[in-house]
């Protein structure tokens, strides 16, 4: 199969970026953003933009089909109604290493980012083929891998590897405004692939963070539900234990057969009882498995 040409990150989002550099502009556009009453379970796209400094320069916030990237440093200040957004706890923030921006938002300017999403650990448990439960949210995706398995797009994200200058050109503010595309429409792809409400499921989403520690708070490790789809983990442990009894049933005629009075159940205790915690487990995850279908 033919390979998909390579894409600079800052030419694979092609909706409306929308550069802001002064507070009225800001204001305007937050309005669009941000309602006065949003709607629980509203989602965005998040990245942040850092100096050579490591002091934080653009924000940029994915909303539907548009980028719309803050430049912090050319407004003076951090605009309120962005703060706003940032700490309400009805907008799922949803980024790429969202432990750090929640850390940058803190450090510089006192900003508690909560319910924030990570787009890589939703990619895990989303991809059958790439799980890991208990995933740390510190421990990100490469946006090129999220991009290729969830846009179709092989991107060439080296770009995103430098510091970035004082002055700052076009390309630079498109970067910016890639990263948060490539997060926020990640999700959409996601949730497009799953009927359930990863929203409502609380794996891959903090409530907030104790800033003095680092340490995540409000977090859920167990599977989501719609992982349960997915019986690959399940028919393997169904078939073995229906191989061990099948064995030792032979085994236990055979005995008799040779004429040796034997008592499978008694022998191989150990093996009878983890082949029944195995089937438990099985009914187990049968019955969960209905319940969500039922939800």
């Known amino acids: 199969m033919a390979r998909i040409r390579s894409h600079p990150l800052y030419e694979l989002w092609y909706p409306q970026v929308v550069i802001l550099q002064d507070n009225d502009a800001a ?19 998040i990245s942040i933009t850092l100096t050579h400094t490591n002091n934080i320069r653009l924000v940029s916030i994915c909303h539907g089909e548009s980028v719309y990237t803050f430049d912090i440093k050319l407004m003076g200040a951090f605009p309120p109604r962005l703060r706003g957004l940032l700490e309400d706890e009805d907008v799922v923030k949803i980024g790429r290493g969202i432990i750090n921006i929640t850390w940058c938002l803190y450090h510089e300017h006192g900003i508690k980012l909560v319910m924030g999403g990570e787009i890589s650990r939703l990619h895990r448990i989303s991809d059958a083929s790439n799980r890991n439960i208990g995933e740390p949210f510190n421990n990100p995706v490469l946006l090129s891998a999220i991009a290729e398995r969830w846009l179709d797009k092989t991107i060439d994200n080296d770009y995103i590897q430098c510091r970035w200058v004082d002055k700052f050109e076009l ?125």
């Open 27 to 45: 204001i305007k556009h937050l309005d669009d953003i941000y309602p006065d009453i949003p709607k629980e379970g509203d989602t965005v796209g």
């Open 171 to 295: 390309v630079h503010y498109k970067q910016a405004s890639a990263v948060a595309g490539v997060v926020g429409q990640s999700y959409h792809a996601i949730r497009e692939s799953n009927p359930v409400d990863s929203v409502a499921n609380k794996y891959w989403i903090f409530t907030s963070v104790e800033h003095a520690t680092g340490t995540v708070l409000g977090r859920c490790e167990q599977f989501p539900l719609h992982s349960l789809a997915d019986g690959s983990c399940i028919e393997p442990l169904r078939m073995a234990t229906d191989r061990i009894r099948a064995t030792l049933t032979e085994a236990d005629l055979h005995a008799q057969r040779i004429g040796i009075q034997t008592n499978v159940e008694r022998q191989y205790r150990h093996i009878v009882r983890l082949c029944e915690d195995i089937e438990r487990a099985v009914h187990t995850y049968d019955h969960s498995v209905e319940e969500a279908h039922e939800q």
